[in-house]
């Protein structure tokens, strides 16, 4: 049974950072790609980040190019994202997910891809 936990969520305020992780079980890790989405309050799930299985590849949504980074971990089997300067749009539930398996280099960049997600953990700037 795949799992996905996150953690590290909470509140901070504008300006400030927070690193999130996510641990995998249940599932051949260095196959999948891997990636962070989040939905805001009222708003539709939207992708933030994803990386490939080996972590050479990377994609970032527009708004969080120069703010996060996306990373893994294979031994560990987790995947982190670091968030720097944060705003206040930022604010959302933030979800890790799981796509594959992949025999090959892969990026994607679209949640239909993925296959398998977490609870998700929140997220809240303060202005």
């Known amino acids: 049974q795949v799992q996905l936990v996150e953690s590290g969520g909470g509140l901070v305020q504008a300006g400030g950072s927070l690193r999130l992780s996510c641990a995998a079980s249940?599932?051949?890790?260095?196959?999948?790609?891997m990636g962070w989405f989040r939905q805001g309050l009222g708003k539709e799930r939207e992708s933030v980040a994803t990386i490939s299985w080996s972590g050479r590849s990377t994609y970032y949504a527009g708004s969080m190019k120069g703010r996060f980074t996306i990373s893994r971990d294979n031994a560990k089997k987790l995947v982190l994202l670091q968030m720097n300067s944060l705003e206040p749009e930022d604010t959302a539930v933030y979800y890790c997910a799981a796509g594959g398996p992949y025999m090959s280099e892969t990026v994607v960049k679209s949640e239909s891809a993925m296959g398998y997600w977490g609870e998700g953990t929140l997220v809240t700037v303060s202005s």
């Open positions: 249940g599932l051949t890790f260095n196959t999948y790609v």
